[in-house]
Nanobody, 115 residues
Framework: QVQLVESGGGLVQPGGSLRLSCAAS????????MGWYRQAPGKQRELVAV???????NYADSVKGRFTISRDYAKSTVYLQMSSLKPEDTAVYYC?????????WGQGTQVTVSS
């Protein structure tokens, strides 16, 4: 059974940093491409960052240079390091993987950027 559990969200001031974690069951995060998505109120869910089963990464233009996705193979965990946070980064952040064309999602973690 595939389980994705996010953590690390919270309230942060503009310009601050947070690190999100996504712990995956088994060796999911060590084998499959993993992604972070976010959904702000009243908006569609959007891709933030993705990391392949290797080390290739891709980012939404809105977060390039500010966010970094990485993985710990031993812990089967994927991270999203977020810096220079802006109020428009406020959203629920979801971890995702796709296995055999099926999407798996975590429960989400709230990130609020506000002074």
């Amino acid at each position: 059974q595939v389980q994705l559990v996010e953590s690390g969200g919270g309230l942060v001031q503009p310009g601050g940093s947070l690190r999100l974690s996504c712990a995956a069951s088994g060796r999911i995060a060590s084998i499959y491409p993993m992604g972070w998505y976010r959904q702000a109120p009243g908006k569609q869910r959007e891709l933030v960052a993705v990391i392949t089963s290797g080390t290739r990464t891709n980012y939404a233009d809105s977060v390039k240079g500010r966010f970094t996705i990485s993985r710990d193979y031993a812990k089967s965990t994927v991270y999203l390091q977020m810096s220079s946070l802006k109020p428009e980064d406020t959203a629920v952040y979801y971890c995702n993987t796709q296995i055999n064309l099926y999407d798996y999602w975590g429960q989400g973690t709230q990130v609020t950027v506000s002074s």
